[in-house]
């Protein structure tokens, strides 16, 4: 069972709030990723990191930012939340030592009203 | 990474193997084959991968053609549980940090 954790895992808040979604992981792998998913639809990468002090934006734009400042920890910031912002967010890291497996959190659903 | 297809769904009933197919035609030599599903609601799980030759762990197994333009992951005794969201994605195993390119994958229902 995959070491990594995201909190909160559901959060509902208003318009314009400032959002942190917390991922943590436990296995010491140097990467990690956020990836965006709307209901019924497919996943999208929004950042990445090779490791600490590394962050990459991915295939999908967003206006969240990140940080890697240790190695466990990968959290994602919204500074003002919008409704288009509602979706939900998973987090993943892995490592080439395990053919770069990716191993995912349990997600953090937003709903932002 | 190279796309693949899939179908949109399927079913089978609990306790036979779940056959689900992928192409991927455009697969360059390095790249490899890995299958994840997604659970209604959850994080996607790694199933397993292979480059050329068939590959089987305690989840499924998956065969890949020759000529590795398509491939089939079998779940041999589907149950309940494995009704979920199949996703074949193709990368390099290799290198960088990119992140992996989900389709819409297939929704396989597991019917009792």
């Known amino acids: 069972e995959a070491d990594i954790y995201q909190t909160p895992r559901y959060l509902v808040i208003g318009t314009g709030k400032k959002i942190t979604l917390e991922c943590s992981q436990t296995?010491?792998?140097?990467?990690m990723y956020w990836y965006q998913q709307d209901p019924g639809m497919e996943l999208h990468l929004i950042h990445y990191?090779?490791?600490?002090?590394?962050?990459e934006k991915g295939d999908l734009s967003s206006e969240s930012t990140v940080s890697r400042i240790r190695t466990e920890h990968f959290p994602l910031t919204l500074e003002s939340a919008r409704p288009s912002h509602t979706s939900q967010y998973l987090c993943?890291?892995?490592?080439?030592?395990?053919?770069?497996?990716?191993?995912f959190g349990p997600g953090t659903r937003l709903t932002v009203l | 990474d190279a796309k693949t297809t899939q179908p949109t769904s399927m079913d089978c009933a609990e306790g036979r193997a779940a056959n689900l197919p992928c192409n991927h035609s455009?697969?360059?030599?390095?790249?490899?084959v890995y299958w994840y599903r997604q659970i209604h609601s959850q994080g996607p799980q790694y199933i397993i991968h292979?480059?050329?030759n068939n590959e089987t762990n305690e989840m499924a197994s998956l065969i890949i053609t020759e000529d590795r333009k398509s491939s089939t992951l079998i779940l041999p005794h589907a149950t309940l549980r494995d009704t979920a969201v199949y996703y074949c994605?193709?990368?390099?195993?290799?290198?960088?940090?990119?992140?992996?390119?989900f389709g819409k994958g297939t929704h396989l229902i597991i019917q009792p």
């Open positions: 296995m010491g792998h140097d990467k």
């Open positions: 455009t697969i360059s030599g390095n790249e490899y």
């Open positions: 993943a890291s892995s490592d080439p030592g395990t053919n770069n497996e990716q191993f």
């Open positions: 994605i193709v990368r390099d195993s290799g290198g960088g940090a990119d992140g992996l390119t």
């Open positions: 990191s090779y490791g600490v002090n590394s962050t």
């Open positions: 292979g480059l050329k």
